[in-house]
């Protein structure tokens, strides 16, 4: 028998980027995570309430970190910027999506959509951040961004 827990997941150095203003944001999407993950394990109105409170605040943070994202990588022109882009918007329309399903009263598990966000956010920091961390590296090893970026 597993014991339970208030967290769903807990922030790693694994996943750090190493750009210290990204780390952050990716370590208050865990703990927003988290949060929604709390929201999750009781059944009554009042959680339902919590959840969708919950939820919208995941979802303004992950708009705002995914813009300031999608800032840095237009300023050091990255390559795959489009295709970076399209990923954070079909998981913004997919959280979307799902959250109007709730509201709309479709069959929905909460705690299904949380275990989704943890699983999509951490394995986009993994693969496709990590991927712009390395290129911003590498700028910095040729000596192309200058003193802009402190990574």
Same mark, same amino acid.
């Given at each position: 028998?597993?014991?339970?827990?208030?967290?769903?997941?807990?922030?790693?150095?694994?996943?750090?980027?190493?750009?210290?203003?990204?780390?952050?944001?990716?370590?208050?999407?865990?703990?927003?995570?988290?949060?929604?993950?709390?929201?999750?394990?009781?059944?009554?109105?009042?959680?339902?309430?919590?959840?969708?409170?919950?939820?919208?605040?995941?979802?303004?943070?992950?708009?705002?970190?995914?813009?300031?994202?999608?800032?840095?990588?237009?300023?050091?022109?990255?390559?795959?910027?489009?295709?970076? @882009?399209?990923?954070?918007?079909? /998981? %913004? =329309?997919?959280?979307?999506?799902? #959250?109007? &399903?709730?509201?709309?009263?479709? @069959?929905?598990?909460?705690?299904? /959509? %949380? =275990?989704?966000?943890?699983?999509? #956010?951490? &394995?986009?920091?993994?693969?496709?951040?990590?991927?712009?961390?390395?290129?911003?590296?590498?700028?910095?090893?040729?000596?192309?961004?200058?003193?802009?970026?402190?990574?």
């Amino acid at each position: 028998m597993t014991e339970e827990t208030d967290v769903l997941v807990e922030w790693d150095d694994k996943y750090s980027v190493g750009i210290a203003l990204i780390d952050d944001q990716h370590k208050e999407l865990v703990r927003l995570t988290n949060e929604l993950y709390l929201g999750c394990r009781a059944g009554d109105d009042e959680s339902k309430d919590f959840f969708l409170k919950a939820v919208r605040s995941v979802l303004d943070y992950t708009k705002f970190h995914f813009s300031a994202e999608e800032k840095l990588m237009g300023t050091i022109k990255y390559p795959k910027y489009a295709e970076h @882009k399209k990923e954070h918007e079909d /998981f %913004v =329309r997919e959280m979307v999506n799902d #959250v109007k &399903s709730f509201q709309d009263g479709k @069959k929905f598990v909460p705690n299904n /959509f %949380v =275990r989704y966000l943890k699983d999509w #956010v951490l &394995s986009h920091i993994a693969i496709s951040d990590i991927l712009y961390a390395r290129y911003i590296y590498d700028l910095k090893k040729q000596g192309k961004l200058g003193g802009v970026f402190k990574a």
